[in-house]
């Protein structure tokens, strides 16, 4: 089992920066890649990105691409998601989620049924 809380969330101008943190308890962090998405109103949960469990490879939406950037704390039990040059689009209740599956590539984590649990979410509000 593992428990992930997000954290970080709220209202930002375009053009601003958040970082949310998602911590994590129970199994080992080390062993888990995690997972970023994003929900908007009406919408499918969109995949964000993806940092394996040793911390030494993401990969990203393009959305996110080049504004976005994942990173983790093994050691604090915590992954981090920066988030830079927010536009309104970017409005969602993102959420963390954790993987123990094992896949070679990276696009198998950019789907909700790699991942085995999942933070409640929090709140990211852009205003144009």
């Known amino acids: 089992q593992v428990q992930l809380v997000e954290s970080g969330g709220g209202l930002v101008q375009a053009g601003g920066s958040l970082r949310l943190s998602c911590a994590a308890s129970?199994?080992?962090?080390?062993?888990?890649?995690m997972g970023w998405f994003r929900q908007a109103p009406g919408k499918e949960r969109e995949f964000v990105g993806v940092?394996?469990?040793?911390?030494?490879?993401?990969y990203y939406a393009d959305s996110v691409k080049g504004r976005f950037t994942i990173s983790r704390d093994n050691a604090k039990n915590t992954v981090y998601l920066q988030m830079d040059s927010l536009e309104p689009e970017d409005t969602a209740v993102y959420y963390c989620?954790?993987?123990?599956?094992?896949?070679?590539?990276?696009?198998?984590?950019?789907?909700?049924?790699?991942?085995?649990?999942w933070g409640q979410g929090t709140q990211v509000t852009v205003s144009s």
């Open positions: 989620a954790a993987a123990t599956y094992y896949c070679s590539g990276d696009r198998c984590y950019m789907g909700v049924h790699a991942y085995d649990y």
């Open positions: 940092i394996r469990r040793s911390g030494g490879s993401t």
């Open positions: 129970g199994r080992t962090f080390s062993s888990v890649h």
